[in-house]
């Protein structure tokens, strides 16, 4: 049995182009081991992961946002070959790149606070989270917002190979167009 843990828990394990290479590298060297019988996936620290890195993300043009949807991408695809159950072990956040890497991985076993469900919250504050969702999706571009939901229902029903090529071109395009997008923002960093 072999652990891959991603290692950024000061940047609840982001994913930034170094650490996508590692993961990439990591998981095919162990592709070719021929004792191995399973490999676990897990983040280190207060999360699995919290999608791709804020930081890289918005100094991204076209060119090296296709080279960096890329990478995830390839380390999705290196998870997904792997010749041995991937097992995820999943907590606090699995978020975007996050979330699709976990889906790469044979099973997921998450702890109680993991789920699908974006935010829970008690019965009586409901009006108050839903409201302040939507106001962070307004705050989004509106065509960004759009791309973005063609994109995921594109993901349930297209085969995989499609919807991945469409979304590294999408991606692309996003940061070609640069009005399509907004800035990445920090939470509480504005």
Known sequence: MARIFLNRPQKVNALDSPLLDALASTVGSLSADPALRVVVLAGRGKAFCAGADVNELAALDAHSAREFITRIHRACDAVRRLPVPVVAQLHGAVIGGGLELA???DLRIGAYEWGLVETLCPAAELDQTVAATVQLLLAGERDALRMQKELLQ???EQPLSQSIAVSV???SQ???A???ISRVKTPGKH
């Open 178 to 180: 640069r009005n399509t």
């Open 103 to 105: 889906a790469s991985c």
């Open 169 to 171: 071109e999408r991606f």
């Open 154 to 156: 594109m993901w349930e």
């Open 174 to 176: 996003a940061y070609a």
